[in-house]
């Protein structure tokens, strides 16, 4: 028999909301106390680190959620460690006789969590976990012959085919507090913010982390910018995306919510934003079945790659310092404000794999960090689609031209006058290849190339040439 006054204990990891929140809102109906808790556990096996941006992001995110919880009588507990130890303490210093989240889908985290479930129900405790994440369940979707979906079309229809995503679950009215004294650290003794130097100040700037920031994010997406997202989202001088992947990534905004929200829309804008986050869901399946998508080509042929060390140019492409203003502006947007337009993280993530030839895991590890909406599927799935290792991949001869990308999405320059200063005062004409530009123009634009604003690194149509007989020889040397 289960002790009616006994403590649950509700995990959050990658769910930090309390609408929508399946776990929360199973325990808050058996109107049992309910103990919050919060574990950073960096040392999880096989798990990834978390990159300074993210870690930024968390703590916002965090300190968000604390003030959510009490608002519902609830407290939010931290600790840092080890998962399994710290629930083990804290059930003994609690009673709590249940434990309940929310799914994850890295694979060391299903790995994870299904120790500890195992582990609960060895102990004759209650361990129950929830959707919320994703859509889908990654285990659950196959293909005929029962494998799992390599190309996004017919998973997209897999997926589409499905009945209608579930309706989100409303936010608890409140929750029972645990009377136990319960160990807890300070929020800032986690040590997610960034101290000396503090470079966050842009990302502040920028950013809202938190559920009422996802909320009110997905509202103003909808009111003013569903409408032309089909042609805008290729924009990056307009502000025509949702900006929702850091709330999706750290849980503060569930796709159950948004497709709801999205469900009342009709048209062709409203179809491409439900297949950006089918893409998302596609990132996830893949993942869940090539567990070290970041590490290893999605197609072993790719791993015979030669790649060139070329620390210099790595350097230069992280800096946007490559002479190439669109590269380079994305680059700068990245660092100032941990986010990348998306057509622009096509466009560098091309310029650093084929125009320079490094590693595509440079450019995944330097966005894994960067990123304040770093996310273990997308990320490490993106670059291997530019790349062309991955599933579903761009075809390896598809090599962006960074001037003519640049001239065709930001025609005017906005974009890159916006985080290149230094290029404000030079003609449209020239402000995707300032090299070309007269020596009179440059002057009267007071920009010194070389000096003020570098000249490009290399060449664009003799790096394509180079990027296609690397790419031809790994081919010919499969066959």
């Not at 209650?126 to 285990?139: M, R, T």
């Not at 700037?205 to 909320?215: H, I, M, T, V, Y």
């Not at 569930?254 to 469900?263: E, G, H, L």
């Not at 906005?414 to 404000?424: K, S, T």
Request: aromatic residues 10%.
């Amino acid at each position: 028999m289960k002790d009616t006054a006994a403590p649950i204990i509700v995990l959050f990891r990658k769910d930090l909301r309390i609408s929508d929140n399946r776990a929360l809102g199973a325990a808050a109906e058996t109107g049992r106390p309910v103990i919050p808790l919060f574990i950073f556990d960096e040392d999880s096996a096989g798990a990834r680190r978390m990159g300074a941006a993210s870690r930024w992001w968390l703590h916002h995110s965090l300190a968000a959620l604390a003030t959510s919880l009490e608002k519902l009588g609830g407290t939010l507990v931290f600790r840092a460690g080890g998962t399994e130890k710290i629930i083990a303490e804290t059930i003994e210093a609690s009673g709590a006789d249940a434990v309940f989240w929310n799914r994850r889908y890295a694979p060391p985290d299903i790995a994870t969590d299904t120790a500890l479930k195992k582990r609960l129900r060895a102990d004759r405790l209650e361990a129950e976990s929830f959707d919320g994440f994703l859509l889908h369940e990654p285990s659950l979707i196959t293909t005929q012959s029962g494998d799992f979906y390599k190309v996004f079309t017919p998973f997209h229809k897999r997926l589409a085919s499905d009945q209608e995503p579930r309706d989100p679950v409303d936010a608890p009215k409140s929750l029972m507090e645990c009377k136990a004294r319960l160990k807890s650290e300070k929020l800032d003794a986690l040590k997610l913010l960034p101290k000396r130097p503090d470079w966050s100040g842009g990302l502040a700037e920028r950013w809202q982390p938190g559920e009422d920031g996802a909320l009110g994010r997905l509202e103003t997406f909808l009111e003013e910018r569903l409408h032309g997202y089909a042609e805008n989202r290729d924009r990056p001088g307009q502000d025509g995306t949702s900006g929702l992947s850091p709330h999706l990534a750290h849980g503060e905004i569930t796709p159950f919510q948004i497709m709801a929200a999205v469900r009342r829309r009709r048209g062709g804008d409203a179809e491409t934003f439900r297949k950006e986050v089918a893409w998302r869901e596609f990132s996830y399946h893949l993942l869940f079945h090539r567990p070290k998508l970041h590490q290893e080509s999605f197609r072993p042929e790719f791993d015979a790659f030669e790649w060139l060390n070329a620390p210099s140019a790595l350097k230069a492409w992280q800096r946007g310092r490559t002479g190439y203003p669109i590269v380079d502006a994305g680059m700068r947007e990245l660092w100032q404000t941990g986010w990348m337009h998306n057509r622009v993280r096509m466009i560098a993530a091309s310029f650093l794999i084929k125009d320079l030839l490094v590693d595509w895991r440079e450019g995944e590890a330097w966005f894994w960090d960067t990123l304040v909406d770093a996310d273990v599927a997308n990320n490490p799935a993106s670059w291997q689609w530019v790349a062309g290792s991955g599933a579903d991949a761009a075809p390896y001869f598809r090599i962006f031209n960074p001037v003519l990308q640049g001239e065709k999405f930001d025609p005017k320059g906005i974009y890159v006058r916006r985080y290149l200063p230094e290029l404000e005062k030079l003609p449209d004409r020239y402000v995707h290849r300032p090299w070309e530009a007269p020596s009179s123009i440059l002057r009267e634009s007071g920009l010194e190339l070389g000096k003020g604003y570098p000249l490009p690194i290399v060449d664009h149509a003799r790096a394509r040439d180079r990027a296609m007989a690397a790419y031809r020889a790994t081919r010919d040397g499969e066959d």
